[in-house]
Nanobody, 121 residues
Framework: QVQLAESGGGLVQPGGSLRLACAAS????????MAWHRQAPGKERELVAR???????NYLDSVKGRFAISRDNAKSTVYLQMNSLKPEDTAVYYC???????????????WGQGTQVTVSS
């Protein structure tokens, strides 16, 4: 089994910063794509940022220039550095990863439990 454990959420004032982390553990053979999604109340879940195992990144237009996704392959961890936060960034942020496991041999997506980010004065 594989688990994704997120950390780093919380309450921050507009213009502030937060850094989210998501560590994968279990019978991991290879982690392909890692990503962060978010879901605000009453809205659909949306992809915020993704990063491949070679380091290629993609971002939601509204976070470009403010958020940065990175990963530490040795630690099986993905990060999301969020700067210049706005009230509209308030949401539950979910980690997602496409992981190839060694036992059983399989490749599928996994989700973390979510971490709340609230941007408010």
């Amino acid at each position: 089994q594989v688990q994704l454990a997120e950390s780093g959420g919380g309450l921050v004032q507009p213009g502030g910063s937060l850094r989210l982390a998501c560590a994968a553990s279990g019978s991991i053979f290879r982690i392909h794509v890692m990503a962060w999604h978010r879901q605000a109340p009453g809205k659909e879940r949306e992809l915020v940022a993704r990063i491949t195992n070679s380091g290629s990144t993609n971002y939601l237009d509204s976070v470009k220039g403010r958020f940065a996704i990175s990963r530490d392959n040795a630690k099986s961890t993905v990060y999301l550095q969020m700067n210049s936060l706005k009230p509209e960034d308030t949401a539950v942020y979910y980690c997602n990863a496409l992981i190839q496991t060694s036992f059983p041999i399989d490749t599928r997506g996994y989700w973390g439990q979510g971490t709340q980010v609230t941007v408010s004065s």
